[in-house]
């Protein structure tokens, strides 16, 4: 089981604080508890109840040794979901969605494989042999393609979910999840649609403190599951290796 939600701890974060009440999607109403100075309150009992659904979740699909995507491109949001993902060896994408990166995945992966092949040209000497011009030219598309992709290097087939923070800002990403059937975990503020999503963490997605908070709770649960994968992965060459040292 995953550990448990504190609601003092999201509440000493700010992840209660909605959105003004006249921007509020009506579809928020179960997750919401009251209106206070215009503004609408999460019910935080609920939102810790989803964390720790989500965490389940999460956790199992580190531990089988699949990738979550970790989604956001907002100033306050950004620096905070790279840190986490990379703290959890997850891939993320903080700069701008690239179109079709799901849906056309196998473009991207191309890109990426560019990004590769220049690396080998700068390791074996080839890139020397470029003009200035040319050298120049190959930095930037480097440079350029490192920003973009850099943090999905990694990842060679297409994730297993997706980690979405503000559904509104990134609604091109969760369109290509759900095209591809593709889980989507996101949190959503009262201005959102929780329907768009299957694992709904409702949350204050605006302050980078909610953010933070909540982005702990779910790197620290597939941490969880990359570890126990690789304590059974550990056990299992014991296991192997066994019957070799009784011979």
């Avoid at 995507?69 to 959890?88: M, N, R, S």
Wanted: glycine share 4%; aromatic share 6%.
């Amino acid at each position: 089981m995953a550990n448990k939600v504190e609601v003092k701890e999201l509440l000493e974060a700010g992840v209660h604080f909605g959105h003004m009440t006249r921007k509020w999607d009506p579809n928020m109403a179960p997750y919401i508890y009251m209106e206070r100075n215009g503004i609408h309150i999460i019910n935080l009992y609920k939102t810790a109840a989803k964390i720790e659904e989500a965490n389940e979740a999460l956790k199992k699909i580190a531990a089988s040794g699949r990738k979550v995507l970790f989604v956001a491109t907002k100033k306050q949001a950004k620096d905070i979901v790279a840190e986490k993902a990379a703290a959890a060896n997850m891939p993320y994408i903080t700069e701008r969605w690239p179109g079709g990166m799901l849906t056309n995945f196998v473009t991207i992966r191309k890109a990426v494989k560019k990004m590769a092949s220049i690396d080998r040209m700068k390791k074996d000497g080839t890139f020397m042999t470029l003009s200035k011009k040319e050298r120049l030219q190959v930095d930037r598309l480097r440079a350029k393609l490192e920003k973009n992709l850099g943090s999905i290097a990694d990842m060679t087939r297409l994730p297993a979910a997706l980690f979405v923070v503000d559904i509104k800002a990134e609604h091109i990403a969760v369109k290509e999840a759900q095209k591809l059937n593709i889980p989507v975990f996101a949190m959503v503020d009262t201005n959102s649609d929780p329907r768009e999503v299957d694992y709904v963490i409702p949350a204050n997605d605006d302050a980078s403190k909610s953010i933070d908070k909540v982005l702990s709770l779910v790197t620290g649960a597939i941490i969880e599951g990359n570890s126990e994968r690789k304590s059974e992965k550990e056990e299992a060459a014991k296991t192997e290796a066994q019957p070799t040292a009784q011979e």
